[in-house]
C-alpha cells in the first residue's frame, strides 16, 4: 500500500535558521504530493502542492521539489519566523481518489 | 469565502449520550469530509460525501453516523461512543471529490472528550 515517511521531531530551530523537513514515499504511480500545516489549536491548511515529477511547490517561503527518482519531497525554507512554529503533514494522493495519506507530522518549533 | 466552521468547538459527552457535530461551508464545493485526529498523530478519514452522497466510509463504527443534508452542511452524529473515541474531529472541503478537484479546506475542528 502507500506510505508516506517524514522525520522524527520535534524539530527546535533559532529564528532565521534553515529548515528542511524529509519526506519519502512509498506509492505505485504518479501520486500528488502535499504539504499541509497545522498550527495550535487549528485544523489543517495546505502549504503547497506538485502534481508531477519535478515539480516545484512553493508558498509562503517555503518549497518542495517532486522528485520521482529519490521518493522524496523534502520541505525547505530559507529563514524561519517564530510564526513556522506548527506541526507539519507530508501527503500524498491520487487523481479521482478522495483519500490522502499523511505522514506522522513533524512539530517544528521556532526559537527568537 | 473560504473558510469551513464547525460547532461546537469542544464537546463532553458521557458514554449514553447522543450528541451532533456540525459543519458548514459555503464556497459551493462538491466534497465534504470528516477526519477524526488523536493526539500527535495524522488525520485519519472517516467518511466522504460527494456531491451530497455518501462515496466512502471507512470502516468506521456505527456509532457515528454522517448525514449531509445539502451541499453547504454536514453531520456527524454520535451515540453510544467510548472513551477511546476522544480525539479533535475534522470537518474538510473541496471543490471536487479527489486530490486534483483542489484544495482540502480544513475546519478548526470539534475537540471531543467521551467520559
Known amino acids: 500500500g502507500n506510505s508516506v515517511t517524514q522525520m522524527e521531531g520535534p524539530v527546535t530551530l533559532s529564528e532565521e535558521a534553515f529548515l528542511t523537513i524529509n519526506c519519502t514515499y512509498t506509492?505505485?504511480?504518479?501520486?500528488?504530493l502535499f504539504w499541509y500545516v497545522q498550527y495550535p489549536g487549528e485544523g489543517l491548511q495546505l502549504l503547497l502542492k506538485?502534481?508531477?515529477?519535478?515539480d516545484k511547490g512553493s508558498n509562503k517561503g517555503f518549497e518542495a521539489t517532486y522528485r520521482k527518482e529519490t521518493t522524496s519531497f523534502h520541505l525547505e525554507k530559507g529563514s524561519v519566523q517564530v510564526s513556522d512554529s506548527a506541526v507539519y503533514f507530508c501527503?500524498?494522493?491520487?487523481?479521482?481518489?478522495?483519500?490522502?495519506?499523511f505522514g506522522t507530522g513533524t512539530r517544528l518549533t521556532i526559537i527568537p | 469565502d473560504t473558510e469551513v466552521t464547525q460547532t461546537p468547538k469542544h464537546l463532553v459527552m458521557g458514554m449514553t449520550n447522543k450528541k451532533s457535530l456540525k459543519c458548514e461551508q459555503h464556497?459551493?464545493?462538491?466534497?465534504m469530509y470528516w477526519y477524526k485526529q488523536k493526539a500527535k498523530k495524522p488525520p485519519e478519514l472517516m467518511f466522504v460525501?460527494?456531491?451530497?452522497?455518501?462515496?466512502i466510509n471507512e470502516s468506521v463504527p456505527s456509532r457515528f453516523s454522517p448525514e449531509c443534508p445539502n451541499s453547504s452542511l454536514l453531520n456527524l452524529h454520535l451515540h453510544a461512543l467510548q472513551p477511546e473515541d476522544s480525539a479533535l474531529y475534522l470537518c474538510?472541503?473541496?471543490?471536487?471529490?479527489?486530490?486534483?478537484?483542489?484544495?482540502?479546506?480544513f475546519g478548526p475542528g470539534t475537540r471531543l472528550t467521551v467520559t
Open positions: 474538510a472541503s473541496s471543490q471536487d471529490p479527489g486530490p486534483e478537484g483542489g484544495e482540502q479546506y
Open positions: 506509492a505505485t504511480g504518479y501520486p500528488s
Open positions: 506538485a502534481t508531477k515529477a519535478d
Open positions: 501527503a500524498l494522493g491520487y487523481f479521482g481518489n478522495e483519500k490522502l495519506t
Open positions: 464556497m459551493g464545493h462538491r466534497a
Open positions: 460525501y460527494s456531491y451530497e452522497k455518501l462515496s
